[in-house]
């Protein structure tokens, strides 16, 4: 049976820890190789792929969000910004990071460094690191597990207010139903597998 995920859309992966969420995030980013079927995204099929392939796919493609931030610490807020424009070869890397942190509210923090931000500010940084370089499908792993409620939903409002500006397809993984019932459709699992759509083979970004 197939997943598909359509471009532009918002799919919440819902389960509790351990069904298999993460997982499935990370064989669709190409981080990690499914064991049987078949994984295409935005029209590139990934189990052909070498690591070097895979890693410019996932340039091209994708932005991630994981729950614990993952800002280069002696790296300024519009340096981590730059980063995916700059190994994405964009010219314009620093104009993109300034506007991406202005849209999340940090235009005031570009030349402060994660270690001078609060929680939510660097889940804004990464956010706007995420949809720098203007990626097709972004995938968010627990995006706001580290943060307090009222700090999460601000950050949830502006993943979405993202995503919909930019037609991207936002892919968030949770175990939160509350957050998981904010987006479009939701997809349950359960022991590794997709409640009512096997895992034969999963088709995301509108492939």
């Given at each position: 049976m197939t997943l598909d995920i359509g471009r532009g859309e918002t799919v919440s992966v819902v389960g509790p820890s351990g069904s298999g969420k993460t997982t499935m995030l990370m064989i669709v980013a190409g981080l990690e190789r499914p064991t049987s079927g078949t994984v295409t995204v935005d029209g590139v099929a990934l189990g052909g792929l070498g690591e070097d392939a895979l890693a410019l796919f996932r340039r091209r493609s994708l932005g991630i969000v994981f729950q614990n931030f993952h800002l280069v610490p002696t790296m300024t807020a519009l340096e981590n910004v730059a980063?995916?424009?700059?190994?994405?070869?964009?010219?314009?890397?620093?104009?993109?990071?300034?506007?991406?942190?202005?849209?999340?509210?940090?235009?005031?923090?570009?030349?402060?460094?994660?270690?001078?931000?609060?929680?939510?500010?660097?889940?804004?940084?990464?956010?706007?690191?995420?949809?720098?370089?203007?990626?097709?499908?972004?995938?968010?792993?627990?995006?706001t597990g580290n943060l307090d409620r009222g700090t999460g939903?601000?950050?949830?409002d502006l993943m979405f207010s993202l995503a919909d500006r930019h037609g991207t397809t936002l892919m968030l993984i949770t175990h939160?139903?509350?957050?998981?019932?904010?987006?479009?459709?939701?997809v349950r699992m359960n022991d590794g597998r997709v409640a009512a759509a096997g895992p034969d083979r999963v088709r995301a970004a509108g492939a």
């Open positions: 980063v995916p424009c700059e190994l994405a070869r964009l010219p314009d890397a620093f104009d993109r990071a300034r506007d991406g942190l202005e849209a999340v509210g940090l235009g005031h923090r570009l030349s402060h460094y994660p270690g001078q931000l609060s929680g939510g500010e660097q889940q804004r940084v990464a956010l706007a690191r995420a949809f720098a370089a203007g990626p097709r499908l972004i995938l968010a792993d627990e995006p939903e601000r950050v949830m939160d139903e509350a957050l998981g019932a904010r987006c479009g459709r939701e």
